[in-house]
């Protein structure tokens, strides 16, 4: 298990780079009026994975060995190698004296790097430590705690509020020019509002991800391979709605409403998860998860195109990098966070006489739906279906939260954006960006020439 905790780290730091860069080099090299028609290119990539990604990984895990699910990603990943090597060889970055490995070495935000991921690492630890071993556990809450003050001061240090204060010989603010975040993103109102929404839209959604899977699995006895097929109206219907999102952004920059609408859509759809029990027929199963998939398409790629109009005085891949940060924090949470509260619940629903450990290697969910007598297996399966419920419960309530912020954005038109943008080839517009960027960025006090919104 450890080997397989240190393979995972070094592939998701890899996945999380590649995630990244597909978003920073799209925002750097493609105009702005064409932009939305790459981003639907890359949903329709999205649409093909969340059609074959389910499917795959239940063959696999019913028909041969879950461990399959790794060894296809090798020639996978090879071709993926060669063809990012012959396509993007013909775009070259502007040269620059300062993308020195030692340059980076000692001007990179360690500081900031070392508050937001290690705050994210102890929560997420202690959100899991929480299913095991529940709240009562000194080192539980300690980790939460301290993951929630890391955090914390990780987005004061790179809001920049203190400036060049020192405390100690230590600067109490970020540097803003080498920033792990774009100051003003956290200073700007439509920014900050974006970032909430964010951090509960992929905590909601990973968190559905893994938790419907496991309602369709113990409580109605489905395989791998079926609970895959069940997640479809989810996953490929917010894929699939996310071209149609991409359309209509494109088409009319009416971005603020189709995030509300996004937002809207998910947290009703939520709710209405949250009368999922052992007694839904498959249509309630297939529609209700539905509506919130819908609404998870539509907040795909809208928020960065919203984020990126609002700060476009700032540099384009530090706010881009920033909003996936926040989105990576909370689809780190979002499992973690489920289960501790999935577990705590479970211990309150189950029957005093009966234990449920699901935390065991190789645990059979399908066993709940044969349990003997009758008595006790609607018994446990109501406590499982309703400990599922209290997740979407906290989901409808984070993500209503972020809808009523949503109601504070203000609409920013793309046309001086366009206007600039557009007519510039993308390999010379990178260069420009990458050369001007030290002296149009940022004034003297390090913050971004043009105010967001």
């Not at 939460?144 to 060049?164: K, R, T």
Request: glycine letters at 10%; one cysteine or more.
């Amino acid at each position: 298990m450890r080997s397989l905790v240190i393979a995972r780290a070094l592939q998701g730091v890899g996945g999380g780079g590649i995630v990244t860069l597909i978003w920073v080099i799209l925002e750097e090299v493609a105009p702005v009026k064409s932009r939305h028609r790459w981003n639907a290119a890359l949903s329709a990539v999205w649409s093909m994975s969340a059609l074959a990604g389910p499917l795959m990984g239940g063959v696999f895990s019913d028909l041969v060995s879950w461990r399959w699910a790794f060894y296809m990603n090798l020639p996978v990943g090879c071709a993926a190698l060669i063809a990012a090597m012959l396509s993007l060889s013909a775009w070259h970055e502007a040269p620059c004296n300062k993308s020195s490995i030692a340059y980076l070495l000692v001007h990179f935000d360690w500081v900031g790097l070392v508050l937001l991921v290690g705050g994210t690492a102890a929560l997420v630890i202690g959100f899991s430590l929480a299913t095991m071993e529940g709240w009562s556990s000194t080192l539980t809450l300690v980790l939460v705690f301290a993951g929630i003050a890391s955090l914390i001061l990780g987005a004061l240090y790179e809001s920049g509020i203190f400036g060049a204060t020192r405390c100690w010989g230590f600067s109490l603010g970020a540097n803003p020019k080498h920033a792990l975040l774009a100051p003003m993103l956290l200073r700007t109102r439509t920014a900050g509002i974006i970032l909430v929404f964010s951090f509960f839209q992929t905590m909601s959604f990973n968190a559905g991800t893994f938790y419907l899977a496991l309602y369709y699995q113990s409580v109605h006895g489905s395989s791998a391979l079926h609970a895959g097929m069940q997640l479809l109206p989810y996953t490929l219907g917010s894929s699939l709605v996310s071209l149609i999102g991409f359309y209509i952004s494109g088409k009319t920059s009416a971005h603020i409403t189709i995030i509300r609408t996004g937002l809207g859509l998910m947290a009703t759809g939520f709710g209405l998860m949250i009368f999922l029990d052992e007694r839904s027929g498959v249509i309630v199963q297939t529609l209700i998860p539905l509506v919130a998939g819908v609404g998870v398409g539509l907040l795909l790629k809208t928020p960065a195109t919203a984020l990126s109009l609002a700060m476009r005085g700032c540099d384009v891949p530090a706010v881009t990098a920033g909003l996936l940060l926040v989105r990576f924090i909370g689809t780190a949470s979002g499992v973690s966070i489920g289960g501790a509260i999935y577990q705590s619940r479970l211990a309150v629903n189950l029957p005093s006489d009966f234990s449920l450990d699901m935390s065991v290697p190789n645990f059979d969910y399908r066993m709940l739906t044969t349990l003997q007598p009758e008595s006790l297996r609607n018994s446990v399966l109501q406590a499982v279906s309703r400990s599922i419920s209290s997740i979407w419960v906290v989901c409808a309530l984070c993500l209503s939260i972020g809808f009523f912020l949503s109601l504070f954005l203000k609409q920013t038109p793309a046309g001086d954006a366009s206007s600039s943008n557009d007519e510039t080839i993308p390999s010379e517009r990178s260069s420009m960006l990458q050369s001007q960027f030290d002296q149009n960025n940022y004034g003297s006090t390090g913050t971004c020439k043009k105010g967001g919104v």
